[in-house]
């Protein structure tokens, strides 16, 4: 990566600039510290401070050395002697200082090696306000210290440092290559921001073909080739890890690196020393993990992308080495009663032997964990065919996994009853059976809760499973006041393993369904705080997130935000338990994009796998979607049929919509007033309601109550940090609902130009002539004996062809044939 790029990071420059005292820079060598620093005194931030700049001293640097060359370099930017040398270089420098009064701007680079660095540092801040420290290390040290509770400094992290996607295409830009967004948001995904990474995969592309277009697999490779080299350059540049190559390779097997996992690892001579080199490089970085799988050591972790890099160049250059080391860590991890490590391990090394044998000796605790479900899914995809015949283990694990024995394989063994129970409560919700479902959780939900902080790590994990399926269990029936206490129960006991990030996702889902954004959106970020997990489980887990984003960003009428969502997460699978979230999400995202046939379609044509489960929660999604999509598209009679007998809130705005669509206002303002209990927990709802009765008041000429409907409308909606509500009447009612001179939280006219699709539905009913007749006599106040006078036929007549106008006006009275006579159109 050059050592300066003409890249103007204002965020970061503004951080800088704003911390007159000291600003620390800290990251890994990959983090960009140094270029960050380049650039931004290439703007002359400070003109009337005189910079000295010290660069990255050897590894072996003495403290009297370094504050010498400090010193130096500080008498060449003031124009002044050096003293005679009577005193330490520290000292003279603070002499010097003290003499010379003028700004002084220090950035020191690279300070990781100068011993007691940061008691220098704030000696040297203490000489008062004409010193100023700008200092970059890979080393946290004890800069926190220097920091706290002082306004004017800071410090910069290696998330601060991270380039954003903006960064990352303003970058592309000045290397000359024209890339569209989502290739600028996949690089930024695979390099995870760091700054080396980035302009190495820039400098790549351009030496290539700067307008060609990659597809995500030949990015891919693009950009895991060209980390691997910067990754490989850092440390053969590092003198003291540039001869053992090798054992850096072997380093990156355990997910986790400590003194006792390095120590337990082969082709490692010295791992004290080792260790020591590794934390210096900067390589790998303090984390917090638990105390089990730690046994309360200190850690550290590659980060992601430099981990993946290193076992890509291990498996290439020491398959042998790194097979021998992932053996060792299982044996390391099973003699710490950690088998879902040791399992991740063995499907690592593909030693499928060995997989099933720790399933088969430790199943109870890795169902407890919740690995068999996210590892037993992987290790049943790449298990060979001999391996799973007849093999009781790999029978359990289909159960557990909810896959399909195979012909000629054996029944699973007896799980004890606990496990059972979740056991079948997967079945019934692969079936759609959620009644029955809810039945069983409800005779196990009143058992007593614990005290998750005083279980171990097994038991608490086993108790967050059996919340989670609770929990999913109560969100896919409708229950969700009671889906919310179970998974946020599963939350907090799940702690640790994948069940704190699925509750986690699922109460993001259960919150974005009720319209409650910001709450949606506390959780959203709480799911994506955990990493992804291996093979197929990510793509079960990972559902409720995506599909959580997409609805909080349309309810935000963010429809890009919603599609990138979307088109992550792709198309359900037939497994996929949420699937009748995703095609709600998708109906709303095909409303607001203005191609409702397309939504429709794609709805549709996925029923088609799913309708065995069109059952609870999934039944009213995909009715109030397609109810919805029907009424865009002018088709009242198709959405009626979805939604006239449903009573759920969620399907309200629908049903409210289409009395209102249709010329039947009374009718909409009676759904609005039966819908008032369900705003408590459904604000987004709740708004989309009053904002209808706003339109239905007006249609029937109350203004006060209209006003007093929008004005409901706009606390509702601010509560619930939405803005979709406004767009879900026709674009007629605009003129009318601004007369009413209440603010509103969005520029109706501009949004409802462009989300607006709703139109009045005018339903044409052919008639025959005499039906004609009859209607047009009705309309002048005749009744049934008058129009047979009139229209000189029998009075018996008359009743068959009203009973056939009834019929076909959809009504049972003549008061309801004149009402709606006036508001279809009549042929």
């Known amino acids: 990566m050059p050592r300066t790029l ?27 510290k140094t270029t960050l620093v380049d650039t931004w005194l290439a703007t002359d931030p400070c003109p009337e401070w005189a910079p000295v700049v010290i660069p990255e001293p050897a590894h072996d640097v003495t403290p009297e050395t370094y504050w010498a060359t400090v010193s130096s370099l500080l008498c060449t930017s003031l124009g002044v002697d050096e003293p005679v040398a009577a005193e330490g270089s520290f000292d003279s420098l603070c002499s010097i200082l003290v003499r010379h009064p003028r700004p002084v701007m220090f950035v020191l680079d690279g300070v990781r090696s100068v011993e007691a660095i940061e008691d220098r540092v704030g000696q040297l801040l203490r000489l008062g306000p004409q010193v100023r420290m700008v200092v970059t290390s890979r080393a946290a040290g004890s800069w926190a210290e220097l920091v706290d509770g002082h306004p004017h400094r800071t410090i910069v992290g290696d998330d601060d440092l991270a380039f954003t996607v903006d960064e990352t295409a303003a970058l592309c830009r000045l290397f000359g290559l024209a890339r569209d967004q989502r290739t600028i948001e996949w690089i930024t995904r695979r390099t995870e921001g760091f700054a080396a990474f980035v302009a190495a995969v820039c400098a790549t592309l351009r030496a290539e073909k700067p307008d060609r277009v990659y597809g995500t697999d030949a990015l891919d490779v693009l950009v895991d080739s060209t980390v691997d080299l910067v990754v490989m350059h850092v440390v053969a540049a590092d003198p003291s890890l540039a001869l053992s190559s090798r054992s850096v390779l072997v380093s990156a097997a355990p997910n986790t690196v400590t003194e006792s996992s390095i120590s337990a690892l082969p082709h490692i001579d010295d791992s004290d020393a080792f260790l020591t080199a590794l934390t210096e490089s900067g390589l790998i970085e303090a984390c917090s993990t638990d105390e089990d799988s730690t046994d309360g050591e200190t850690a550290w972790r590659y980060p992601e992308v430099v981990h993946r890099s290193l076992l890509r160049v291990g498996s290439a250059e020491y398959p042998k080495e790194l097979w021998d080391a992932r053996s060792a860590l299982i044996d390391y991890w099973l003699q710490r009663s950690r088998p879902d490590i040791a399992l991740e391990h063995a499907v690592e090394r593909r030693d499928w032997r060995c997989a099933i044998d720790i399933v088969e000796k430790n199943w109870v605790a890795l169902y407890g964990s919740g690995s068999l479900r996210s590892l037993g899914i992987v290790l049943l995809e790449l298990l060979p065919d001999d391996m799973t015949t007849n093999d009781r283990t790999v029978a359990s694990l289909r159960t ?87 998974l946020r129960r599963a939350h907090t006991a799940g702690r640790g393993v994948f069940v704190e990030r699925e509750a986690a996702g699922k ?230 609902i601004l007369s009413l001179g209440v603010d509103l939280p969005i520029d109706l006219d501009p949004a409802m130009a462009e989300y607006g699709i709703f139109r009045e539905i005018r339903v044409v009913v ?62």
């Open 6 to 32: 003409p890249l103007s990071r204002r965020r970061l420059f503004s951080v800088l600039s704003a911390h007159s005292e000291l600003a620390v820079i800290l990251g890994g060598p990959f983090s960009g």
């Open 400 to 486: 557990i996994t909810g896959a399909r024995n195979k012909a000629g394989e054996p029944e699973q063994w007896a799980f004890p009853r606990s496990f059972e129970t979740i056991l079948r409560l997967g079945g019934l919700r692969m079936q759609g059976a959620y009644d029955e479902a809810m039945e069983v959780c409800d005779g196990l939900a009143t058992e007593p809760v614990p005290n998750f902080e005083t279980l171990d790590g097994t038991t608490r994990h086993a108790h967050g499973l059996k919340y989670l399926n609770f929990g999913t269990v109560y969100l896919l029936g409708g229950r969700t006041t009671d889906a919310g206490t179970m």
């Open 507 to 736: 109460l993001a889902l259960l919150e974005a369904l009720r319209g409650r954004t910001h709450e949606a959106t506390r959780w959203i970020e709480e799911e994506l705080r955990h990493p992804p997990i291996m093979g197929e489980a990510e793509a079960l887990i990972r559902t409720a997130g995506l599909v959580a984003t997409a609805l909080v960003a349309l309810d935000r009428l963010d429809t890009g935000t919603a599609f990138r969502a979307l088109s992550e997460l792709g198309t359900p699978r037939h497994t996929e338990e949420l699937w009748a979230a995703v095609m709600y999400a998708r109906g709303r995202l095909a409303l607001l994009s203005g191609v409702p046939a397309d939504g429709l379609l794609y709805i549709d044509s996925e029923l088609q796998h799913f309708s065995h489960r069109l059952t609870g929660i999934s039944a009213v999604l995909v009715d109030a979607a397609r109810a919805d999509l029907h009424l865009a598209l002018g088709e009242a009679r198709a959405a009626r049929e979805l939604v006239d007998s449903s009573t759920h809130p969620l399907t309200a705005p629908a049903r409210a919509r289409l009395r209102l669509l249709g010329g039947d206002p009374g009718g909409a303002e009676v759904i609005v007033h039966r819908g008032d209990a369900a705003r408590e927990h459904c604000p987004a709802v709740g708004a989309e309601l009053a904002l209808i009765g706003s339109v239905a008041s007006l249609r029937l000429g109350r203004r006060t109550d209209a006003r007093r409907h929008l004005q409901r409308a706009v606390v509702l909606a601010e509560h619930a940090g939405v803005t979709r509500p406004f767009v879900g009447v026709p674009p007629s009612a605009v003129r009318d």
């Open 766 to 827: 052919r008639l025959t002539p005499r039906e004609r007749a009859v209607l047009d006599a009705l309309l002048a106040g005749g009744t049934a004996s008058t129009i047979a006078k009139e229209q000189f036929v029998t009075l018996n007549t008359v009743k068959t062809q009203l009973r056939s106008l009834y019929r076909k006006l959809g009504v049972h009275s003549r008061e309801e044939a004149i009402a709606q006579a006036h508001r279809l159109v009549v042929g």
